[in-house]
């Protein structure tokens, strides 16, 4: 009989993941969502705040609000604001959960730094603004391990790697892509990027040494966008459209990108499937622009290898969705992921969570997962090292660090170049130190180290006081 088939049932502890969208109270009301016609996500979130792109008059704009102030937004509440044209992508920094990104059509890139409390007025003045584009930037995406390292990517078919501490260029990436990049994905420790493009190729690339190691064309066949994310083991896993329009998810080996390891049709819906993967659960989850659910599949090594979970259904189409890092989600409630919808008019935000009877922290949910320190700088990626990210145990939870201050140091451009004429005496941040000046300095640390040199001394003669003072009284 028929019913015989169904026999074997997969093993996975995440077979009954069900996803719930939170008590009305706990959504964020009353926000202008941006209406710009993008594919990007519109929305940001870390452990501390979340971030929505947002109409604004004239020039660009999101808004940021602290994850705890839920409910009706005040219509005053200030705005992240210095861009000139629509912004259209916006990206926390992974080692930095006050550090914010935004790409807008003006061109720009731009960096802020987000206070721990709510300023009063709008954030007008970023950190530090990138500027490389020659028309508008729709991509950006920080190096999953590197200290401020940041990608971006235009309408320019140009893809630019920036160390933001210094605000210089990296890397510009511009003779690969022949047209529109649809979107830009990091593998884990940062090694490799994978593209997709309106050229219907997907390209893996190796930013540092400027080449594409390896290339599928058409991996699906439809005219609409493709996206790709890496996933385990340098696999890669890509949405797309049939030719029948039929939309499409499927796996590749970078070994051998010419066969799929798993092809799957879904439905007919034409919106762009945007792709959000965990790796500790190695649970994808498909989020349609203009959909109203959202599907999950587990990737293993056994065939099918792509294991479809379930969907979690609602009513109301999404406009965008933001993606929390595990560190950001409450392991007391065995939370595994949670999603942040964007309605018209409001963020939802929608828990993912594994049923499980006990209490007790489940180790087996949350293997250790990246936390918020860099593994390298800027300069020592560029140079060729390669780090994984430092992982953290999440067994009592995660706390936000306090605010840390981006610090960017730009270069001395007088050290490169002197500028012309006779303006050079008044330079007040001449590189050309006068000697005395710099005996002076030199002096000055001098003095410094003797005086640090004394209070060593001055210590550790207290502390043998203490000691024998203590052990006199045993």
Not at 26 to 53: G, H, L, W
Not at 74 to 91: E, Q, R, S, Y
Request: aromatic share 8%; charged share 25%; with cysteine.
């Amino acid at each position: 009989p028929p019913a015989m088939s169904r026999r074997v049932v997969r093993q996975s502890k995440f077979r009954h993941v069900f996803g719930q969208p939170v008590k009305a109270d706990q959504m964020y009301e009353d926000i202008r969502v941006s209406k710009v016609t993008c594919d990007s996500s519109f929305c940001a979130v870390n452990p501390k705040f979340v971030a929505i792109i947002v109409e604004s008059g004239g020039g660009g704009a999101f808004i940021v609000l602290p994850l705890a102030k839920t409910g009706r937004v005040d219509k005053n509440h200030p705005l992240v604001t210095g861009h000139t044209a629509p912004v259209l992508d916006i990206d926390w920094c992974p080692h930095n959960d006050n550090v914010i990104a935004s790409a807008s059509e003006d061109t720009t890139v731009m960096v802020w730094q987000i206070p721990d409390y709510v300023p009063v007025r709008n954030i007008t003045e970023p950190v530090v603004t990138l500027e490389g584009h020659s028309k508008r930037v729709s991509i950006i995406s920080w190096h999953p391990t590197a200290r401020n390292v940041l990608l971006s990517a235009g309408c320019d078919n140009l893809v630019i790697l920036w160390n933001v501490g210094t605000g210089e260029m990296l890397l510009a990436l511009d003779d690969m892509h022949t047209d529109l990049i649809y979107n830009v994905g990091w593998n884990r420790n940062g090694s490799l990027l994978v593209t997709t493009c309106k050229d219907k190729k997907v390209r893996v690339i190796d930013p540092r040494k400027q080449q594409i190691i390896a290339e599928k064309t058409k991996p699906h066949d439809g005219t609409r966008p493709i996206r790709a994310i890496f996933v385990a083991d340098g696999k890669i896993f890509t949405t797309g459209f049939s030719k029948m329009s039929e939309r499409q998810l499927g796996l590749w080996d970078l070994k051998n990108f010419e066969e799929p390891i798993a092809l799957q049709e879904m439905d007919t819906s034409n919106g762009v499937l945007l792709p959000f993967y965990d790796a500790d659960s190695s649970i994808v989850y498909l989020c349609g622009k203009g959909d109203s659910s959202i599907r999950y599949f587990e990737i293993t090594d056994e065939a099918p290898y792509v294991h479809y979970l379930n969907t979690y259904s609602s009513k109301e189409p999404q406009r965008g969705m933001g993606f929390m890092p595990k560190r950001g989600l409450d392991v007391s409630k065995c939370e595994i992921a949670r999603f942040f919808k964007l309605h018209e008019r409001k963020c939802e935000p929608i828990v993912m969570t594994v049923p499980r009877k006990s209490d007790l922290f489940q180790d087996d949910l949350y293997p250790d997962t990246p936390g918020p320190e860099p593994a390298l700088e800027a300069d020592e990626w560029l140079s060729g090292k390669d780090a994984e990210p430092i992982l953290i145990s999440l067994r009592d939870g995660y706390v936000p660090i306090k605010n840390r201050e981006l610090k960017v140091v730009k270069k001395n451009i007088l050290d490169s170049k002197p500028p012309p004429g006779p303006r050079r005496s008044h330079s007040t941040c001449d590189s050309d130190f006068s000697q005395p000046a710099l005996e002076e300095v030199l002096e000055e640390i001098r003095a410094l180290k003797e005086m640090v040199q004394a209070q060593e001394k001055r210590i550790s003669d207290l502390e043998n006081k203490l000691c024998q003072f203590t052990n006199g009284t045993d």
